[in-house]
Structures are given as structure tokens and as C-alpha cells.
Nanobody, 128 residues
Framework: QVQLQESGGGSVQSGGSLRLSCKIS????????MGWFRQAPGKEREEIAT?????????ADSVKGRFTISQYNAGNMNTVYLQMSSLKPEDAAMYYC????????????????????WGQGTQVTVSS
């Protein structure tokens, strides 16, 4: 059974930093895309960063230069991180990690529903 577990959310002041973690277990394939998404109340889910198992990354313009996605592979468990710096009030949202289907490069996954597995989300609040 594939499981994704996010952690690391919380409340910070504008300009602060947080690091989110997403542990994926039970996914037996070695090549897949991991993405971080966020969804604020009343808004659509937004893809903000992706990383393929070969290390290739991409970022939404809204977070480029402030957020960094990385990963640590340990056997059958992969952990993906999202280091968030210079946080702004508009970054406040529920943050989700997701795993794409095996062998599919991140650039082929244009929509959230193309990702196979999702975590439960972790809340990020940024006060001005």
C-alpha cells in the first residue's frame, strides 16, 4: 500500500521559513515524479514544485527563487522536502505532496488528477 505523509507545516511571520517533508512508502517503482501542491480557500490546487527521481526539478514562477524542492532516497522509502524561505502571506495554504505514475516525467503531468497518490496535507499560515 502506497502512503504519503506530510509534515512540517505551521505558522510563521512574513519573511520566515519552513521546511515541509513528505515521506512516501510502499511505492516500489524507482522512477517517478513527486510534486508539491498548495490550495488556498476558494482557489484551485496549484502545482508549485516537482522533482523527478533523477533529481530534475521545476518550480512555479510564484515560488521560484524562494522555495527549494529536494529528495532523499533510502531503499523503498523516499522523502521529498520543500524548503520555503521569504514566505509571504499569499503563500498561506494547505500544502500537499503527490506521487505520479511510474516512468512518467514531471513535465508530462499537467494536471493534479494525473498524480496517483496524495498525502493528507499540511497547513501553512503566514502572518503579515
Amino acid at each position: 500500500q502506497v502512503q504519503l505523509q506530510e509534515s512540517g507545516g505551521g505558522s510563521v511571520q512574513s519573511g520566515g521559513s519552513l521546511r515541509l517533508s513528505c515521506k512516501i512508502s510502499g511505492y516500489s517503482y524507482s522512477s517517478y515524479c513527486m510534486g508539491w501542491f498548495r490550495q488556498a480557500p476558494g482557489k484551485e490546487r496549484e502545482e508549485i514544485a516537482t522533482i523527478f527521481t533523477d533529481g530534475q526539478t521545476s518550480y512555479a514562477d510564484s515560488v521560484k527563487g524562494r522555495f527549494t524542492i529536494s529528495q532523499y532516497n533510502a531503499g523503498n522509502m523516499n522523502t521529498v522536502y520543500l524548503q520555503m524561505s521569504s514566505l509571504k502571506p499569499e503563500d498561506a495554504a494547505m500544502y500537499y505532496c503527490a506521487a505520479g505514475p511510474p516512468w512518467n516525467a514531471c513535465y508530462t503531468l499537467q494536471y493534479p488528477d494525473q498524480y496517483n497518490y496524495w498525502g493528507q496535507g499540511t497547513q501553512v499560515t503566514v502572518s503579515s
